[in-house]
């Protein structure tokens, strides 16, 4: 089952990622999160990155490509993988087409107004990356499951969150139409609680 997950930050692609990636027991690749643990580890890439991110722009096509194919090259892609962040742009989507066909695109809508409250109020724990919301779960200073220290993304912060936005709308939104134009494309409301969009999702890949 090989799905990619689409959907304007904030919409719950992460979250429902990881859901589905339990549910169908194929890995969660999330780019982001493969960028920000390479800052964390002070690697080539993450010094590369790390700028980039922090400004709100978009990795190059070619680094982010070369690394999903190293990524889904591993054997515990061999039943498939959920990708979260990536295709971002058309390219790296033609990149993707060159070496594998998709079996769903999942497309989470939420309101404009809902962008900005739910990425403001999203933190994840420092050591064990458990995410929360402060308008959905009593975050307190420390982590539920592992008593790390609780933060908030370096990048969701309103002059970021300006640029990531402008970028989604130039070279992300365009994805919208390519793969509706494929038939893959499934749009879920993503203006419901995490049990109802995973309902949801869950009927989707069911369905077939
Ligand atoms: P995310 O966690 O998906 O919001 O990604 C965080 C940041 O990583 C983005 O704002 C980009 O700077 C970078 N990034 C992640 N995935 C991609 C991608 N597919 N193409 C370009 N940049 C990416």
Known sequence: MKIVMLGIMGAGKGTQAKNLSGYLKVPHISTGEIFRIAVEEKTELGLKAQEIMKKGEYVPDDIVTGIVKQRISRDDVDNGYILDGFPRTINQAEELSKIDDLDHVFYITIPDEEVLRRLMGRRSCEVCNAQYNIHLDESGPTCKKCGGKIIMREDDNEETI???????????????????????????????????????????????
Request: cysteine-free; charged content about 35%.
């Open 162 to 208: 300006k640029i990531r936005l402008k970028n989604y709308l130039d070279q992300t939104e365009p994805l919208i139409d390519y793969y509706r134009k494929k038939n893959i494309l499934d749009e879920i409301d993503g203006n419901r609680s995490i049990e109802e969009v995973f309902n949801s999702l869950k009927e989707l890949v069911s369905s077939g």
